[in-house]
């Protein structure tokens, strides 16, 4: 396992702006796949998206598709979140993920390391 290390997540308004870090301890973001997940209370954890470790290309839930991001910077070795227009229905604990695959199922099982999670609360 990996650790994963996140941070970034807060209360904004709806409409509003985030984004979210994650840094792998002791490897290299570009040598893996890694993707965001998030659950809301009483529900099941859910892909948000992911980026390719070979290209760098992503893929993304419909749920957030145009208005979520996700992009990497290798010489800061870390990976974004960039989420805009922010709605009640985005609040949720935000995870982290890192996959061996090169593209990983959008299943929680194809990810083998998890970060912590960070709240974000989406005000309306």
């Known amino acids: 396992q990996v650790q994963l290390v996140e941070s970034g997540g807060g209360l904004v308004q709806a409409g509003g702006s985030l984004r979210l870090s994650c840094a792998p301890s002791g490897r290299t973001v570009s040598d893996y796949t890694m993707g965001w997940f998030r659950q809301a209370p009483g529900k099941e954890r859910e892909f948000v998206g992911a980026?390719?470790?070979?290209?760098?290309?992503?893929y993304y839930a419909e749920a957030v598709k145009g208005r979520f991001t996700i992009s990497r910077d290798n010489a800061k070795n870390t990976m974004y979140l960039q989420m805009n227009s922010l709605k009640p229905e985005d609040a949720a604990v935000y995870y982290c993920?890192?996959?061996?695959?090169?593209?990983?199922?959008?299943?929680?099982?194809?990810?083998?390391?998890w970060g912590q999670g960070t709240q974000v609360t989406v005000s309306s």
């Open positions: 980026i390719i470790r070979s290209d760098g290309r992503t």
């Open positions: 993920a890192l996959s061996e695959l090169l593209v990983p199922g959008r299943g929680p099982g194809n990810f083998g390391s």
